[in-house]
C-alpha cells in the first residue's frame, strides 16, 4: 500500500525553527511530486508547493514563496516542510500528499499539528 | 490566485441526492480538466473522491460523481448515507504549477 507517514505533533515558540517531515512507502518515492497543504484552525486547505524528489525541483504558492522551505531526501523516502522563525500564524494542521501523476492529491499522509506559542 | 467558491453548508436526509458548486475562473476550472474533489471527516486527513473532473479513484463509490460546465464543477452524493456527513473540497490546477483549493462545504446528513 501507498503510505505517507508524518513526523508528530509539534509546540514551539514565535521565532524558533523548526522542521517537519513526511515520509513515503510502498511506491517509489523518487518518482512522484509530493504535495504540503496547510488547514489553518476551523479553515479550509491551501496548497503550499511540491517537490519532485529525484531532482528536487520544487514549486512554491506565490502566498507561501519566502515563507516556508521544502526539501527532500530520496534516499530516506522523506520530504520536508520547514520554517527559519515561526509565527503565532503558522498554527494549523500541516497535510503531505503524494501526486499521482502532478495533478491530484492522492494519498494523503495522516497530518502534523503544528503550535506556536509563546 | 483567488480560492474557489463553494457554498458554505448544504445538507439533505438519507437515500436523497445533494450536489455541490464549485466555481472558478477561465483561468483555472475553465481552462483544464483537472479539477479533484476531497472529503475529510471531523481529526482526519483528506480523502481523494474524484480527479480530473469526472474520474473515480480505485474504491471510491460511484455514489459520487464529479462534472463540469465551464468554469463551475460540480460534486453529486447519490443515495445519502449518515457516514457522508462530513466537509468537502473541489481543487483546481490554475497553470504555472499553481493549485487553488475550494474554501470547503460542510455536508449535514440530516
Known amino acids: 500500500d501507498v503510505q505517507l507517514v508524518q513526523s508528530g505533533a509539534e509546540v514551539k515558540k514565535p521565532g524558533e525553527s523548526l522542521k517537519i517531515s513526511c515520509e513515503g512507502s510502498g511506491y517509489t518515492f523518487a518518482s512522484y511530486w509530493i504535495g504540503w497543504v496547510r488547514q489553518m484552525p476551523g479553515k479550509g486547505l491551501e496548497w503550499m508547493g511540491f517537490?519532485?524528489?529525484?531532482?528536487?525541483?520544487?514549486r512554491y504558492s506565490p502566498s507561501f514563496q519566502g515563507q516556508v522551505t521544502i526539501s527532500a531526501d530520496k534516499s530516506r523516502n522523506t520530504a520536508y516542510l520547514q520554517w527559519s522563525s515561526l509565527k503565532a500564524s503558522d498554527t494549523a494542521i500541516y497535510y503531505c500528499?503524494?501526486?499521482?501523476?502532478?495533478?491530484?492529491?492522492?494519498?494523503w499522509g495522516q497530518g502534523t499539528q503544528v503550535t506556536v506559542s509563546s | 490566485q483567488s480560492a474557489l467558491t463553494q457554498p458554505a453548508s448544504v445538507s439533505g436526509s438519507p437515500g436523497q441526492s445533494i450536489t455541490i458548486s464549485c466555481t472558478g475562473t477561465s483561468s483555472d476550472v475553465g481552462s483544464y480538466n483537472l479539477v479533484s474533489w476531497y472529503q475529510q471527516h471531523p481529526g482526519k486527513a483528506p480523502k481523494l473522491l474524484i480527479y480530473?473532473?469526472?474520474k473515480w479513484p480505485s474504491g471510491v463509490s460511484n455514489r459520487f460523481s464529479g462534472s463540469k460546465s465551464g468554469n463551475t464543477a460540480s460534486l453529486t452524493i447519490s443515495g445519502l448515507r449518515a457516514e457522508d456527513e462530513a466537509d468537502y473540497y473541489c481543487?483546481?490546477?490554475?497553470?504555472?504549477?499553481?493549485?487553488?483549493f475550494g474554501g470547503g462545504t460542510k455536508l449535514t446528513v440530516l
Open positions: 480530473e473532473d469526472s
Open positions: 481543487c483546481s490546477y490554475a497553470g504555472s504549477s499553481i493549485f487553488v
Open positions: 500528499a503524494r501526486l499521482p501523476t502532478g495533478n491530484w492529491f492522492d494519498p
Open positions: 517537490i519532485y524528489p529525484g531532482d528536487s525541483d520544487t
